[in-house]
């Protein structure tokens, strides 16, 4: 694993904290995400939960920030509602956002440990799915 240090976006945060403290109701809505995009804005999203598997605050985020024209992510980060802080994603986000965004940056930690770091980094020895499709070299 390599571990390099990177600046940590504290707008973005805020940004997510913000949305966990503001929209996040009952149930349904317990996480809040914020990524900023290649270009600088900042989007954010709610999770959709719901026991078929409803959509996490980053798999939102994706949706999201392509329906606004926001292709390219840069950093993302989630947080949790009720003050739980930055939350880190999930294995299955873990794996989604490496297939669109290989070379994001996540917020993890808490406290005085709040840091980024790569997406490939939460995610070692990583199944890549598009190495293995048919035709791929
Ligand atoms: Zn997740």
Redesign the pocket.
Known sequence: MTTQTHPVDHELIQAAAHVARTRCRGDNHTMAAAARAQDGRIVTTV?AYHFTGG?????VLIGAAAAQGAYELNTIV?VGDRDRGVVP??????QVLLDYFPSLKVIVGEGDRIRTVLITDLLPESYVWADHQLGAE
């Open positions: 999770n959509p996490c605050a980053e798999m989630a994603p999930c294995g299955r986000c873990r």
